[in-house]
């Protein structure tokens, strides 16, 4: 398909962006989306929500667009959730992505403010890029997950159809944790794009600055301070993951195996960190085929108490 006329170069359409989708998913993911793990029913729901947020991801942060742009297109898919939401689709600018989503908000009657919430997360990343904020403390950097994580796995709940206070705490854990998991993991890439994670209060606690995190920085001394902040983020993380983990015993079925195999999808990733030294700024930790058969065995092991 041709190029839209309004997009920049190095930016995708929302048509390109959906044949990857609706191909191989041309992301590297480390957590399974709608795998052979997830009940069938709900499996295009599922893809439903996922297409809707990877496309907003991919406007918010691929290629060379300028903010204003990002901006524009975000507000547009505002418009369209809205009136997906109302039952009025035709038209617009993704319609392989609103139609399947207006199917499942009526199917499903998913609460269409979470969806919303992640629209806010991929504004505030663009806005955030554009002034290069840089996050003061984990507790903001906490409150931008409640935007960009959390809604995820309420959505999910919402189809399972649970929706008691002590899941939905969990979820947000999990959530939550999963998002940290992927800031550590990600440092370097996130740092090329000029996008920052790494809270001021840990960078301060271990006398480093953000742009020590350069691998131009060969300073030994400089390098250790770098790793042990990054190796006390890993540890709050991983802390936070093991209070939300129980729920996945309690999930029921497919859903609750798919959900321990996120969950130590997560947790192996941090392993990985620990094998590098928690230096994750120089070489990016991955999940690989052979990490699955102790993914697997540590699922089924999985308490229904937090882990330690």
Do not use: K
Request: proline share 6%; hydrophobic share 45%.
């Amino acid at each position: 398909m041709s190029m839209r006329p309004d997009a920049p170069p190095g930016v995708r359409t929302s048509q390109q962006v959906q044949a990857t989708l609706t191909g191989a998913v041309g992301h590297y993911e480390n957590f399974p989306v709608a795998s052979w793990l997830c009940p069938p029913a709900l499996r295009p729901a599922v893809v439903a929500i996922y297409h809707f947020a990877r496309t907003a991801d991919d406007l918010a942060d691929e290629g060379d667009a300028p903010a204003a742009w990002r901006l524009d297109q975000l507000s547009a898919m505002r418009a369209e959730l809205r009136a997906a939401a109302a039952g009025t689709t035709a038209g617009g600018r993704w319609p392989a992505v609103f139609n399947p989503l207006a199917t499942t908000i009526t199917t499903h009657r998913l609460p269409v403010d979470l969806l919303d919430d992640l629209l806010c997360a991929f504004e505030q990343d663009v806005r955030h890029t554009e002034a290069q904020h840089r996050y003061a403390s984990q507790a903001e950097l906490l409150d931008y997950c409640r935007l960009s994580a959390n809604p995820v796995g309420r959505l999910l709940l919402h189809l399972y159809g649970i929706d008691d206070e002590v899941s939905l705490r969990q979820s947000d854990a999990v959530c939550s944790a999963l998002q940290l998991i992927n800031f550590w993991q990600d440092i370097s890439r996130d740092h090329a794009r000029e996008r920052h994670y790494l809270p001021g209060d840990v960078l301060a606690r271990h006398g480093v600055r953000l742009e020590d995190f350069s691998p131009l920085v060969a300073d030994e001394a400089v390098r250790q301070r770098c790793a042990a902040a990054v190796a006390e983020l890993c540890t709050d993380a991983r802390s936070l993951m093991n209070t939300g983990a129980p729920l996945a015993t309690r999930v029921p079925g497919r859903a609750g195996w798919e959900l321990r195999l996120v969950v130590q999808g997560g947790l192996r990733i941090l392993d990985h960190c620990a094998s590098l030294d928690f230096r994750t700024w120089l070489a990016r930790p991955r999940l690989r085929a052979t990490d699955l058969p102790l993914m697997l065995w540590r699922a089924g092991r999985m308490p229904s108490s937090p882990l330690v």
